[in-house]
Nanobody, 119 residues
Framework: QVQLVESGGGLVQAGGSLRLSCAASGSIFSINVMGWYRRAPGKQRDLVATITEGDSTDYADSVKGRFTISRDNAKNTVYLQMNSLKPEDTAVYYC?????????????WGQGTQVTVSS
């Protein structure tokens, strides 16, 4: 069984920064794409950023230039550095990963971590 555990959420003032981490554990051969998604109150879950095993990245337009996704393949961990935070970034942030084990790829979600940005 594979688990994703997020950490680093919290309360921050507008203009501040937070760094989210997500570590994958369990029987893992490799991890292809890792990413962060978020769900704001009353809204659907949206893509924030993704990163491939080769470090190719993609960002939602709303976070470009403010957020940076990175990963440490040796630690099976993905990070999200969030700078210049805005109240509209308030959401539950979820980690996602395409995990390969026993020759099969599984899509796995973390439990989510709350990020609250006050104005």
């Amino acid at each position: 069984q594979v688990q994703l555990v997020e950490s680093g959420g919290g309360l921050v003032q507008a203009g501040g920064s937070l760094r989210l981490s997500c570590a994958a554990s369990g029987s893992i051969f490799s991890i292809n794409v890792m990413g962060w998604y978020r769900r704001a109150p009353g809204k659907q879950r949206d893509l924030v950023a993704t990163i491939t095993e080769g470090d190719s990245t993609d960002y939602a337009d709303s976070v470009k230039g403010r957020f940076t996704i990175s990963r440490d393949n040796a630690k099976n961990t993905v990070y999200l550095q969030m700078n210049s935070l805005k109240p509209e970034d308030t959401a539950v942030y979820y980690c996602n990963a395409d995990v390969v084990r026993a020759g099969v790829e599984f899509n796995v979600w973390g439990q989510g971590t709350q990020v609250t940005v006050s104005s």
